[in-house]
């Protein structure tokens, strides 16, 4: 593996692009949560990055009454919570650029027109007429948001945008809770906007770990000729998670492991490794491509359902030494609830590729250990000469670690030092933040790729149906069947024993989380 420093690819050429096209992002769910944590402070790394033009502009809109003052301020201190050296004194800049509306979503029209006014207002550098509207927001407002912008002629086929002018609109997960809504989620979009400027974010798709997979697989002479079922035994995709639902247990009762994780993040992965090669780098190619291996997919029939999927509920337990409570007595959550906080499935892609080739996905709150990463184990060498224990390495697997660090690692036999050919295992690696440079969040690589007009990192309207389309037979079946065991893991432990039977049978023991 190579141990070249890597380039960003988006550092030089982006910065002239965006400093060419200043433009407004308009944050909705301004007031909350996820526009504290991620969206703000990633606008804010990319002003510090210099890829922000100076006429950019961000507008907050949320319900909540606020002026621009104290959007402003609460603002820095969620920004300036984890400052590097320097952000301190970079923030006033930053914060000229922000505003705030309090509106309503639906309904009421008076916040609408204020953010028309804001577009009607002349100006020079051409930022009113590039717009980012961000749906940071339930999904139920998806739509009727969507409505309402487009009734305003903001957005959509309605906006009469004038020579480098576009109106893109970014739409945060769960996109549906099913394959029929999402179906109807869709279609209410397309009512008023192009596909091709709607951008659904999932921010697995932004990680640096992520895209390296396209560049391993695609860059090098070396993988594609063993990417397949004659080299490769098994893949393993986990998400393990120590944290709990950590006061979102609200928003968590009405979506459990396997939608919160499992039909977008993990698919996406899943998708990631599949792929047939695509012919050119373009996002219509690239998304082409994972719709065809994600509708490739082995449905799950109802009796395959009790053996390849399997879920559990955190209890009680000890995580890095001290005791947390179980799922049910999470504020927000019903004491007596059957929502799954850990799912895990065996998939098989039908096609030539991969006939044979067992897909294991796990996802799961307070687990033994913090891990997300994809595994791929590749078969044991044929023949060696001399012994080559199980654990040596012969067997090769590469990881590609997202969580607790983003790395590559390549696991071979080696020899040990002395005499004789003792076996040992040795991992080669690749850590993208060896270059000293901290790599950019995975929200920072998607909005600049929203903001420069990039849809290859975002889902399109059919690799989401496609991977509802998988689920949704699993999530009828938990429906109609509920797990009366619930509890059944511990915190702090590897998952429930179900899991652990699911991978077994195949006598492929999950890798371990500690
Ligand atoms: C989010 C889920 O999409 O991803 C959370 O809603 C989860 O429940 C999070 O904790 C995990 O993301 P990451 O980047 O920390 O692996």
Request: aromatic letters at 10%; one cysteine or more.
């Amino acid at each position: 593996m190579s141990t070249r420093t890597p380039a960003h690819p988006r550092t030089s050429a982006d910065t002239e692009r965006l400093k060419l096209q200043p433009c407004t992002l308009v944050l909705f769910g301004a007031s909350g949560d996820l526009a504290h944590r991620m969206v703000v402070p990633a606008l804010f790394r990319l002003w510090r990055r210099g890829l922000l033009a100076p006429g950019f502009r961000l507008v907050g809109y949320a319900r909540t009454k606020l002026d621009d003052a104290a959007f402003r301020d609460g603002m820095r201190k969620a920004v300036l919570e984890k400052a590097r050296p320097g952000d301190e004194e970079a923030w006033p800049a930053f914060a000229e650029r922000l505003g705030y509306i309090t509106g309503q979503y639906e309904g009421d029209q008076a916040g609408y027109r204020q953010l028309a006014e804001l577009f009607g207002q002349a100006d020079e550098s051409g930022a009113t007429a590039r717009r980012l509207f961000y749906l940071a927001l339930p999904p139920k407002e998806f739509a009727p948001v969507i409505r309402q912008l487009a009734e305003a002629k903001l957005l959509g086929r309605s906006y009469q945008a004038p020579t480098d002018g576009w109106s893109r609109v970014i739409v945060e997960k769960p996109f549906g809770r099913d394959l029929a809504s999402a179906r109807e989620l869709n279609a209410a979009i397309a009512r008023d906007v192009d596909e091709h400027f709607v951008y659904r974010i999932d921010h697995y798709l932004g990680k640096e770990a992520a895209q390296n997979l396209f560049t391993l697989r695609f860059g090098n002479a070396l993988f594609e000729p063993v990417w397949n079922r004659n080299y490769i035994d098994h893949v393993q995709i986990t998400a393990a998670e120590t944290l709990g639902v950590e006061g979102r247990g609200g928003y968590y009762e009405t979506a459990g492991a396997m939608r919160d994780m499992v039909q977008n993040h993990l698919m996406q992965l899943m998708a990631l490794v599949a792929i047939e090669p695509p012919d050119r780098w373009t996002s219509t190619a690239v998304r082409n491509e994972k719709v065809q291996v994600l509708q490739a997919v082995q449905r799950l029939e109802e009796d395959a359902i009790c053996r390849d999927a399997v879920r559990g509920q955190y209890g009680p337990g000890t995580i890095d030494g001290a005791p947390v409570p179980g799922y049910r007595q999470e504020p927000g959550v019903d004491p007596h609830s059957m929502v799954e906080t850990y799912a895990g499935l065996r998939l098989h892609i039908d096609n030539l590729r991969w006939a044979g080739v067992p897909f294991y996905l796990r996802a799961g709150k307070r687990l033994a250990a913090r891990r997300t990463e994809i595994a791929i184990q590749f078969k044991p060498a044929p023949h060696t000469p001399f012994p080559v224990p199980d654990d040596a390495g012969g067997a090769n697997t590469l990881v590609v670690e997202f969580a607790p660090n983003e790395r590559l690692t390549l696991r071979v036999a080696g020899k040990a030092p002395g005499r004789g050919m003792l076996v040992t295992p040795v991992e080669l690696a690749y850590c993208g933040a060896s270059s000293g440079e901290k790599p950019p969040s995975a929200y920072e690589n998607l909005l600049v790729d929203a903001l420069v007009g990039d849809p290859t990192f975002f889902a399109r309207a059919d690799e989401v149906e496609a991977s509802w389309a998988i689920i949704d037979p699993v999530l009828h079946h938990w429906e109609h069947e509920p797990e009366l065991r619930f509890p059944n893991y511990e915190s702090g432990s590897q998952g429930p024993l179900e899991g652990d039977a699911m991978v077994q049978r195949d006598e492929r023991p999950w890798r371990d989380l500690a």
